[in-house]
């Protein structure tokens, strides 16, 4: 016998006046639909179903279920051969990925903090870049510190040295991009045949740039990026260009967030920045759950944390939401700043080759174990990690030793 629902006797129910005057607010600008929305499935594979919202979700508040409808559903699902509620995206960093059961999972938020210029997002970015190479997958970056076309220069970058390979001796610098540029399109101006040069056909020319430019262009219809604006950009323009984004490639996408204090929140208003961050941070967790997608925010370190030693998740720049709303957080550190005195003072010429490592640490974690250090080194002239970590084997400032 068929199980009756509970929304069955709600779906007529009356709009709450939150909902009209939602639907009053004026509309954000259209977000460009991702070029392929449905690949082909590779020689031998099974294809897999497109993935279908949850009740309704985006729209309204979510329905009662009994279990018995819970059941009903997932199993469905597992029968139109959705299996991604139970199949982690791999951020491709190891061991990050085993500490936190496999990669990112969809309703999650993650939250990653640390002082400025230890290489956030370098990290997000490469991450997201990572989840795009996957033939299924797209990732949605908004950054609010970078235009489009900085973030495409990053990742030039980055693809020259085709981590995690990581061949630097082929590696192209910012600085060295620019200069590929400018003097490939001075010349071309110069010449007497008045041939223009295109930036692609710069870039697939060059002998640095071309197979940089082909690596980028196996996920760029995949990557989408959005310039955002403190003022503008605000939690319901997020949400909703993500709900567009998730009808176009069937809810196959991971939303990052660069960074969580600039996201505006009008037409609320905050007596403070603790008040902000609290909306802020609840918003994109509910924005997780409702869409049923992963959300990957970083956060800014406080006054107070940027002067400590080492910094923790409550040395992030807000409210205790931070602590309370993540499912997971990761904290960056540089490892020659946080090493315990003994590595440095005894051995200073090898405490300097740590310079190049930054320590990601586990801080929160509802599904496994916390307080997990792991390392993995920085190339920063090619804005890019070797994604091949380790676990720290060294002792950092802070670690408590236990006496049996």
């Known amino acids: 016998m068929a199980t009756r629902r509970f929304d069955d006797d709600m779906a007529d129910a009356p709009r709450s006046p939150a909902a009209d005057a939602g639907a009053r ?3 954000i600008q259209p977000v460009p639909t991702p070029a392929r929305v449905a690949p082909a499935p590779e020689p031998g594979s099974q294809p897999t179903a497109p993935r279908t919202p949850r009740g309704g979700s985006r ?20 029968v139109r051969g959705d299996l991604s509620d139970y199949v982690p995206l791999p951020t491709g960093f190891d061991p990050l990925d085993g500490l936190i059961g496999g990669g990112l999972r969809r309703t999650e938020l993650l939250l990653l903090g640390g002082p ?14 990572n989840i795009a190479m996957r033939q299924d ?6 950054s609010y510190e970078h235009t489009e076309t900085h973030l495409m220069n990053r990742l030039l970058c980055l693809e020259s040295i085709n981590p995690p390979e990581i061949d630097t001796a082929q590696g192209l610098r910012l600085k060295d991009l620019y200069n590929v540029i400018i003097s490939q399109r001075a010349r071309t101006m110069l ?3 008045g041939s223009a040069s295109s930036l ?3 870039l697939r020319e060059g002998n640095q740039t ?4 082909a690596r980028m262009n196996r996920y760029a219809d995949r990557l989408i990026l959005v310039k955002a604006s403190p003022a503008v950009t605000t939690l319901r323009a997020i949400r909703e260009m993500t709900a567009r984004l998730c009808d176009a490639t069937g809810g196959n996408v991971t939303v990052f967030v660069d960074y969580l204090q600039k996201v505006a929140i009008h037409p609320e208003r905050a007596a403070d920045e603790a008040e902000k961050v609290t909306i802020i941070v609840e918003g994109l967790k509910d924005l997780a759950l409702a869409l049923d997608v992963p959300v990957w925010a970083i956060v800014a370190a406080d006054r107070e944390g940027l002067r400590s030693p080492r ?13 309370y709303e993540c499912d997971i957080a990761v904290i960056m550190n540089n490892k020659y700043h946080i090493l315990s005195k003994d590595h440095v003072t005894f051995n200073p010429y090898k405490a300097k080759q740590y310079r190049d490592w930054v320590v990601f640490t586990i801080e929160k974690n509802r599904a496994g174990r916390a307080m997990l250090d792991m390392e993995f080194q920085l190339h920063a002239p090619f804005f890019a990690f070797d994604p091949r970590g380790q676990k720290v084997q060294q002792q950092l400032i802070d670690d408590k030793l236990i006496e049996s």
């Open 25 to 27: 607010e004026p509309a």
């Open 59 to 78: 729209n309204v508040a979510h329905m009662p279920r009994t279990l018995a409808q819970v059941l009903n559903d997932a199993n469905e699902q597992v």
């Open 116 to 129: 400025q210029g230890i290489g956030k997002t370098i990290a997000t970015l490469q991450i997201a870049r």
């Open 137 to 142: 997958q797209y990732a949605f970056y908004l």
């Open 191 to 193: 010449s007497h045949d």
């Open 200 to 202: 692609q056909k710069i």
């Open 210 to 213: 071309a197979m940089a430019l």
């Open 311 to 323: 910094l923790h998740l409550y040395h992030l720049r807000g409210s205790s939401a931070l602590d």
